[in-house]
């Protein structure tokens, strides 16, 4: 299995809504990411597990709150959310950046 | 602050021809590039890298120049092919675990 799933692949939610994205790959890589990108802009970092441990928060608000249940499942926690939080939410994994990441297809999430 | 930049939003190539996407960095720090492919709804696809300890590194169809001197780094495709209409991103690292993308350059390869 050399994939990384992502779902739902899309996502309609109301700024009082709760949510969560869901991340899973099954190649024993030790890092997984979250990245947000905006159209016609580049993916921007969110968050970074290694190990299983938050190693990266890129000064992300507190309405986005990630999981690392296991070394094979990434969660992002959506509570709160601003229409302007509407982006292609991407998921990745790699054994360390210098490797490559392997992305998912990421969930299109709108807030209304 | 963009570390890394892609000057040029869109390329159009003709089938055969050679397609040359720049990107330059400003962080000296960055020992590790990497380019990405992507399409419309789905996630960036890796396609090659190079550490800063090389000048040129080739696979298939694809091969990137790094220049350190002018913190500048290229990706040529010979010949180029109407499937590698996509978006390219470049990306760089300082770490382990985190790449810096680029902008973006919207390359159309047309028969």
């Known amino acids: 299995d050399t994939e990384v799933t992502q779902t739902p692949k899309h996502l309609v939610m109301g700024m009082t809504n709760k949510k969560s994205l869901k991340c899973e790959q099954h190649?024993?890589?030790?890092?997984m990411y979250w990245y947000k990108q905006k159209a016609k802009k580049p993916p921007e970092l969110m968050f970074v597990?290694?190990?299983?441990?938050?190693?990266i928060n890129e000064s992300v608000p507190s309405r986005f709150s990630p999981e690392c249940p296991n070394s094979s499942l990434l969660n992002l926690h959506l509570h709160a959310l601003q229409p302007e939080d509407s982006a292609l939410y991407l998921c990745?994994?790699?054994?360390?950046?210098?490797?490559?990441?392997?992305f998912g297809s990421g969930t299109r999430l709108t807030v209304v | 602050d963009q570390q890394v930049k892609q000057n040029s939003p869109s390329l159009s190539v003709q089938e055969g021809r050679i397609s040359i996407l720049n990107c330059d960095y400003t962080?000296?720090?960055?020992?590790?590039f990497l380019w990405y492919k992507k399409y419309p709804a789905e996630g960036p696809t890796f396609l090659i890298s190079?550490?800063?300890?090389?000048d040129k590194n080739e696979d298939g169809r694809f091969t990137v120049f790094l220049n350190k001197s002018a913190k500048h780094l290229s990706l040529h495709i010979v010949p180029s092919q109407p499937g590698d209409s996509a978006v390219y991103f470049c990306?760089?690292?300082?770490?382990?675990?985190?790449?810096?993308f680029g902008t973006g350059t919207r390359l159309q390869v047309f028969p």
């Open positions: 990745a994994s790699s054994q360390g950046g210098r490797y490559g990441y392997t």
């Open positions: 190649m024993g890589h030790r890092a």
């Open positions: 597990y290694s190990y299983e441990k938050l190693s």
């Open positions: 962080n000296s720090m960055f020992d590790y």
């Open positions: 190079i550490s800063s300890i090389k």
């Open positions: 990306a760089a690292s300082a770490g382990a675990d985190k790449l810096i």
